[in-house]
């Protein structure tokens, strides 16, 4: 499979905690994003790197968020000190040329 | 900044309808791209179709067709002949670089 992957799939965390997630992209695309989907909702953009360099960044995104791809491949999004309102499927999505970006298939994150 | 209104929240048809889903939006770019995406239950985002600005050919593939009007900022999106395999969740976005998403509409067949 040469898609955009994701993983976990599924997190479950108590409030607190500290989560990592991981994407990544489909090969030799140096563009990647991150966005937030909460229930009832339209996915919303929260980062974007080319290649190694985070290039923007949401309001969405507070102190606790933080994105890296290091070597500009995989990239990872990790949450601390989670709190219930984290809760979200967060989905990763990567392009070779701008607006044409392929999404993986998300991770579901549950804060307790 | 961008706006993308998808005014129906929920739609059922019953299989074998057709139905259209309305999408408005707002940008002041001169230059932009629309999409619609489904949501099947599963969660991954599915692409469907993406439109440039200049370009206002209504477009059909299957049976689906889309209807582009400049003049009325909509992008609407209709499914002929609807399968229960079309119940899904659906959204318009916009882009300029960054992809704005509407709110979705939930659609559901009907068998």
């Known amino acids: ?112 | 900044a961008q706006k993308v209104t998808q005014a129906q929240t929920e739609i059922s048809v019953v299989e074998k309808e057709d139905v259209t889903l309305d999408c408005v939006y707002e940008t002041r770019d001169t230059t932009y791209y629309l999409f619609w995406y489904k949501q099947p239950p599963s969660g991954e985002l599915v692409f469907l179709i993406r439109r440039n600005s200049f370009d206002e050919q209504n477009e059909i593939s299957g049976r689906y067709s889309w209807n582009f009007q400049k003049s009325t900022s909509s992008f609407n999106f209709t499914i002929t002949a609807s399968q229960v395999v079309d119940s899904a969740v659906y959204f318009c976005a916009l882009s300029e670089w960054k992809l704005t998403f509407g709110t979705g509409t939930r659609l559901t067949i009907i068998p």
């Open chain 1, 1 to 112: 499979d040469t898609g955009v992957s994701q993983n976990p799939r599924h997190k479950i965390t108590k409030r607190g905690q500290n989560v990592t997630f991981r994407c990544d992209p489909i090969s030799e695309h140096n563009r990647l994003y991150w966005y937030r989907q909460t229930l009832g909702q339209g996915p919303e953009f929260l980062t974007y790197f080319q290649n190694e360099a985070q290039l923007e960044k949401s309001r969405l995104l507070s102190d606790r968020f933080s994105a890296e791809r290091p070597k500009g491949s995989f990239s990872t999004l990790e949450i601390q000190r989670t709190e219930q309102g984290d809760s979200a499927m967060y989905l990763c999505a990567s392009s070779f040329k701008v607006n044409e970006q392929f999404f993986g298939p998300g991770t579901r994150l549950t804060v307790l």
